[in-house]
């Protein structure tokens, strides 16, 4: 199942937005605070409780240069997954956008595509209003 958040402008340059992104603990900024619980992080990972009980869990996984900052799921996380930021240059300002790929079946896709979009979306809206 694959999802892509909304494409944000971010009136900030790709560098900066690169490093707050690399740093696992700054993620806490993009997240519904009213929806998650039981925060944990380090620079390259973090786990966090979603409403309903399921932990999820991040580890950083590499780049491509500062256009993408990639992250997969920990052996908490529900199922399997990996999240792709990517960030483009617009000279003053950038922007960017997520792209989650996970391996869940038809019923599970069912239950999670809607709430992982709003999610994503969340995500992509607050990094660009933490730099506004």
Known sequence: MKIESTKVEVNQKQETI???L???TNLIHLLPQDKISDWKSTSNQCSFKVQGGVTISLIQDGEEGMNKVFM???EKSPF???LTIFINNTGETSN???EFDGEVNMFLKMMVEKPLTAL???M???LQE???
């Open 18 to 20: 690169y490093n707050f």
């Open 22 to 24: 690399k740093d696992s």
């Open 72 to 74: 997969k799921s920990g």
């Open 80 to 82: 399997p997954f990996k």
């Open 96 to 98: 960017g956008y997520i």
């Open 120 to 122: 994503f979306n969340h």
């Open 124 to 126: 992509a809206e607050k």
């Open 130 to 132: 933490y730099y506004s």
